[in-house]
């Protein structure tokens, strides 16, 4: 037996989450089967902890998209016990149970080898937004960043936490975008060279071109906000949108794309191939600095969980969350 966060649905409709045991028996069909040391609380996660279950696709379940921890047996010749490994995608803790538990049973594609320089509670202080971030990073490095400012909006998120320390590490000047200016010095820290304000850039305008300012954007907003961002980026840069936070529509022009040859670069981390996974988490351990990832760090455990679920939806979360699911 062992502990687990299990989400349920009553016959009125209504989630709640508990914290219990549960056998390996009742977990769902996979190749192998992981002993669980670390996960962390994504947007999506405060979603599926929500009084409405947000992503969760099927009843029990348990949370938590993303984990790391150590192989403790497999169907699969890739991978033997004692491998330490890395999770992130593949509808996990949303369609098929996740992180939120001390061991999980998984498809052995979904997973990835940690990589030399990174550990486990590292690699879930990383996470998927931190995954996320540096497939953005890759993104706009095939397609050339023009010098000048790399802005990071939603800078003082998960994504943009990460973005800005890793870009910052590499020599770019990063101009980071926050609606909190009491995330300044936080954001400063972690690298960021300018620190801009969000009112500034949702200023409405009725012009699709204006200055070039930027010299590639990561944006995690979306919505007006990336409409706006879009018009401000040098010929030629582009932008590697990752997030809907600030909605879906996209009020922009066709404009910034035909006249300056912007690149609008959509990244999924949910069912990226083994390759891409296995190079993002081998570039992160390179090239995150990990005195300001661990400078990132918020601690918890599971019983922590429902309440995190709901204080990252309300955007009071800063920094990384680290679950200790043995904690």
Excluded at 79 to 108: C, F, I, M, N
Excluded at 219 to 233: E, K, W, Y
Excluded at 264 to 288: C, F, H, T
Excluded at 299 to 325: E, F, H, N, W
Aim: proline content about 5%.
């Amino acid at each position: 037996m062992f502990n687990a966060l299990m989400v349920d649905k009553d016959a009125e409709g209504k989630t709640s989450a508990k914290l219990q045991q549960i056998d390996i028996a009742q977990l769902p069909a996979g190749d192998v089967v992981v002993d669980i040391a670390y996960s962390t609380v994504n947007y999506k996660d405060g979603l599926c902890l929500g009084p409405g279950g947000g992503l969760v696709r099927n009843y029990p379940h348990i949370p938590g998209i993303d984990f790391a921890g150590t192989v403790a047996s497999s169907d699969d010749p890739r991978y033997a016990p004692g491998d330490q490994v890395v999770l992130t995608g593949w509808r996990v803790g949303e369609a098929h149970w996740g992180g939120y538990a001390q061991k999980a049973r998984v498809k052995a594609d979904w997973l990835v080898p940690l990589p030399a320089g990174i550990d486990a509670r590292q690699a879930m202080a990383v996470g998927t937004a931190g995954f996320t971030a540096m497939l953005a990073i890759m993104a706009l490095e095939d397609h050339g960043i023009k010098g000048g400012p790399v802005l990071v909006t939603g800078a003082a998120g998960g994504v943009g936490s990460i973005a800005t320390a890793i870009l910052a590490n590499l020599g770019h000047a990063v101009a980071a975008v926050t609606g909190r200016p009491e995330t300044a010095d936080y954001l400063k820290s972690l690298g960021a060279t300018q620190i801009v304000a969000r009112a500034e850039i949702n200023e409405t305008t009725k012009r699709p071109l204006e200055a070039e300012i930027w010299g590639g954007c990561i944006d995690a907003v979306g919505s007006a906000m990336l409409a706006r961002v879009l018009g401000q980026v040098k010929y030629g840069g582009s932008v590697a949108a990752v997030g809907l936070a600030g909605g879906a529509d996209l009020p922009a022009s066709v404009i910034p794309f035909l006249l300056r040859g912007v690149n609008l670069l959509g990244i999924d981390s949910v069912m990226q191939p083994y390759e891409n996974r296995l190079r993002a988490w081998e570039r992160i351990a390179k090239d995150l600095p990990m005195d300001k990832l661990e400078a990132m760090i918020v601690p918890a455990t599971l019983s922590d969980l429902p309440q995190l679920g709901r204080d990252i939806l309300k955007g009071q979360v800063q920094g990384r969350v680290v679950v200790d699911v043995n904690g």
